[in-house]
């Protein structure tokens, strides 16, 4: 079955930098890898989507690389900020009607 | 839109009572997932429904656990009997359920429960 395995439990970095989360899987890639936020007491945000033919998205201070040969995605967040410590989530999935698979989360903490 | 709304959000129960979780998708959404997520197994797909069928309860762990979608905006999922090792968050989300970016989905606040 596939397995989805995130760097690390936690990640801490400060303020500034940039923070690259990475999100690998086993057998054959999705059509779609995700990524989300989840702060505590609250349900998992969606944040971007990437599709196997892509090689990479931005949003704002977000970037997302899927590389499938690799079997990774890397998550960035550039001129970090407090205000993203959270969990980050990838989540994979195989068809666009298809449940999708989430990791389990990286949490990352942003010191000042 | 209000988005999904679960309820209740804390439940607290002793072991042994029947347990019922409520959830109201996003209107005009067709999928809906349930979830369960502990520090242990992370985030896990309990079962999900596409037009108010269930397609995949593979993740429901016992015949304690059913779900139910008796229509487009809401979704039972019932623990009876209750064990403590229920206790966990429960998650329900919904999305179009089609089209790459309808594979997206939304998530409600969770039920937090407690089984004594």
């Known amino acids: 079955s596939q397995k989805i395995e995130q760097n690390s439990e936690a990640l801490n970095i400060q303020e500034g930098k940039t923070a690259t989360l990475t999100c690998n899987y086993t057998?054959?890639?999705?059509?779609?890898l995700q990524w989300y936020r989840q702060d505590p007491g609250r349900g998992p945000v969606f944040l971007l989507l990437i599709r196997e033919n892509e090689k990479e998205k931005r949003k704002e201070r977000l970037k997302v690389t899927f590389d499938t040969t690799l079997k990774q995605s890397l998550f960035h967040i550039t001129a970090s900020q407090p205000a993203d410590s959270a969990t980050y989530l990838c989540?994979?999935?195989?068809?666009?009607?298809?449940?999708?698979?989430f990791g389990s989360g990286t949490r990352l903490s942003i010191r000042p | 839109d209000a988005g999904v709304i679960q309820s209740p959000r804390h439940e607290v129960t002793e072991m042994g009572q029947e347990v019922t979780l409520r959830c109201k998708p996003i209107?005009?959404?067709?999928?809906l997932f349930w979830y369960r997520q502990t520090m242990m197994r992370g985030l896990e797909l309990l079962i999900y429904?596409?037009?108010?069928?269930?397609?995949?309860d593979s993740g429901m762990p016992e015949d304690r656990f059913s779900a139910k979608m008796p229509n487009a905006s809401f979704s039972t999922l019932k623990i009876q009997p209750s064990e403590p090792r229920d206790s966990a968050v429960y998650f329900c989300?919904?999305?179009f359920g089609q089209g790459a970016d309808k594979n997206i989905q939304y998530f409600g606040a969770g039920t937090r429960l407690s089984v004594l």
């Open positions: 429904f596409n037009n108010n069928v269930p397609i995949d």
């Open positions: 989540a994979l999935s195989y068809s666009s009607a298809s449940k999708i698979i």
């Open positions: 209107s005009g959404h067709n999928s």
């Open positions: 057998n054959y890639s999705p059509a779609y």
């Open positions: 989300a919904s999305s």
